[in-house]
């Protein structure tokens, strides 16, 4: 059974803190929808209606040109163990840009990693949780280390010249903002 709340509780949170991913899922007014899995300690609460979490750079930047586009995102939290649970939060996201001043605020809650891209927030709409009973169930391992290897071969310079060539522009042409 599915329910439905306005905020985030502390079960909700305690929930969502153990969590070792989440999937977060945008799409523009018109043109495809982005999914993309998080990992890492990239998640933060900051009140029980707003959350940020830490972009690294990728292949492309569909949430960024999507918010931009509509502002609507929703995130997925689902247990992978033996308490079976999915959590959706639904609200408006927005992009915030190294050096400017909403991101130096936000970094405050995070270690300085490299190939950080930007730190997107959400105000949370509503939530709804849901049984979870056809997720199965896995263990967790580790932490992949490739992004972290793959930005520290690429340097500063290369990083800044591959987000110039694969990030300023989504898959469907609209711009990301930065």
């Known amino acids: 059974m599915a329910d439905f709340f306005d905020a985030l509780n502390q079960k909700h949170i305690d ?43 990728g292949s492309g930047n569909e949430t960024a040109a999507h918010l931009i586009d509509d502002g609507r995102i929703t995130l997925m ?10 959590m959706r939060l639904y609200g408006k996201g927005k992009s915030h840009a190294p050096n400017t001043a909403r991101f130096d605020a936000l970094m405050k809650f995070f270690d300085e990693t490299i190939g950080i891209r930007q730190i997107f927030t959400v105000k949370i709409d509503n939530l709804q949780t849901s049984c979870g009973y056809g997720v199965p169930i896995y263990d967790f391992v580790e932490e992949r280390k490739t992004l972290s290897k793959w930005c520290e071969k690429k340097g500063e310079q290369g990083l800044k010249d591959y987000f110039e060539e694969r990030n300023r522009i989504s ?4 711009p990301t903002g930065e």
């Open 77 to 86: 939290f689902t247990s992978f163990d033996r308490n079976a649970l999915i």
């Open 15 to 57: 929930f969502i803190m153990a969590q070792k991913m989440f999937f977060v899922a945008t799409s523009p007014k018109s043109g495809r929808i982005s999914l993309s899995p998080k990992g890492l300690d990239c998640f933060r609460i900051i009140s029980p209606t707003e959350i940020c979490y830490l972009d690294y750079i």
């Open 171 to 174: 898959i469907d042409g609209l």
